[in-house]
């Protein structure tokens, strides 16, 4: 039985990405909702209607590129 906060792969379905840092609903990343002339660059700006696992592996490959 899935798990009605986490899907299989771990990613969350609703609430707060504590990890990158953005809201989700029912797995995709929400918009940030900071003005748009602030180049605030958080995920909620970046990955706005993507998928959260994508944003994840975005936000992972990243770091592992060290910036
Ligand atoms: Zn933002």
């Known amino acids: 039985m899935e ?3 986490k899907n299989s792969l ?3 379905r609703n609430g707060y990405d504590y990890d990158i840092q953005c809201w989700v609903r029912e797995g995709l990343v929400l918009p940030c909702g900071h003005r748009l002339s602030m180049d605030c660059r958080c995920a909620g700006r970046k ?3 993507r998928t959260i696992a994508y944003a994840r ?3 992972s490959e990243k770091i592992i590129e060290g910036g």
């Open 57 to 59: 592996k975005k936000e």
């Open 10 to 12: 771990g990613n969350l």
């Open 3 to 5: 798990n009605p906060i």
């Open 47 to 49: 990955y706005a209607g």
